[in-house]
């Protein structure tokens, strides 16, 4: 029986692709890409001569019909830009009609931008809510926050580079100024991950270029900051370089997210 299948493909760096992902793209009938031109990269790379065809959010309705047809008699594996086709991608549509006709749905598993920006934040993992990218509109974005103001496990989104700033300063308004992992180009060669709160991020996030995710923490009381022996480490170590008492307290705080009264206290301690 014809089998649809969703490949992961990598975020950036190509060699993150699988060897079955490889396989399963080199032996299928049909490639269904959100992007033909960045998909046949991937596949000149390695060798696949298999044919492609456009599946985006801009013709999936009308391109809907010509895939289940072709799955009647064929293998079709459908990938997007990067990481796991469906999360935040076209494909969900697709899934479904193709489960209503009984055509076997097989998952790829691979690189993932969500996963890859949460086990790199330092932040809590154990729970978390995928907000997908936030809305264009500032109205929107705003009344989604507000519904995740009270989530206690770390709140992952999507955001492109000219509206980081404006969504860093909604997120900020509504959630307070709380812990966050900035991820920027995961993979790729100029790939930066901030670690702070938001007021930071701002801060050093002036001209954003790439593609974020950005890893917020939640609001439980877990996920406060605590004076850890390493903070206090830190402060020392500034002092004696001659780093002055603000400069270094303000730092900190930035990173941090704890409050520089706290922090001027373990300053007066090292005195």
Not at 45 to 74: C, M, V, W
Not at 122 to 150: D, M, T
Request: net charge positive; charged share 25%; proline share 5%.
């Amino acid at each position: 029986m014809p089998v649809l299948y969703l490949v992961a493909t990598p975020i950036g760096n190509l060699e993150d692709i699988s060897l079955r992902a490889l396989r399963t793209l080199g032996e299928v009938n049909l490639i269904a890409a959100e992007d033909t031109r960045r998909t046949k990269q991937l596949l000149i790379t390695y060798d696949i001569k298999t044919p492609l065809t456009s599946y985006h959010e801009h013709n999936k309705k009308a391109k809907l019909g010509y895939l289940l047809d072709r799955l009647a008699g064929e293998d079709v594996a459908l990938v997007s830009d990067a990481g796991m086709p469906g999360m935040s991608d076209p494909g969900y549509e697709l899934v479904v009609a193709a489960s209503e006709r009984g055509i076997p749905v097989v998952p790829v598993p691979g690189p993932s931008a969500v996963i890859t920006a949460l086990v790199v934040s330092g932040l809590p993992v154990q729970r978390f809510v995928y907000l997908g990218f936030l809305p264009r509109r500032a109205s929107n974005r705003l009344k989604l926050l507000e519904s995740v103001a009270g989530e206690c496990g770390s709140i992952v989104a999507l955001e492109s580079p000219h509206r980081l700033r404006a969504s860093l300063n909604d997120i900020r308004l509504v959630l307070g100024d709380r812990r966050i992992a900035v991820c920027r180009e995961l993979t790729k060669v100029y790939e930066e991950v901030f670690r702070g709160v938001i007021t930071g991020a701002i801060e050093h996030f002036t001209q954003p270029k790439g593609e974020f995710t950005l890893v917020i923490a939640g609001g439980g009381e877990k996920d406060k900051p605590q004076l850890t022996a390493e903070i206090e480490q830190r402060l020392s170590g500034m002092r004696q370089s001659g780093i002055r008492a603000r400069e270094a307290i303000a730092r900190i705080a930035s990173e941090t997210g704890l409050s520089r009264g706290e922090l001027y206290r373990a300053w007066l301690k090292l005195l």
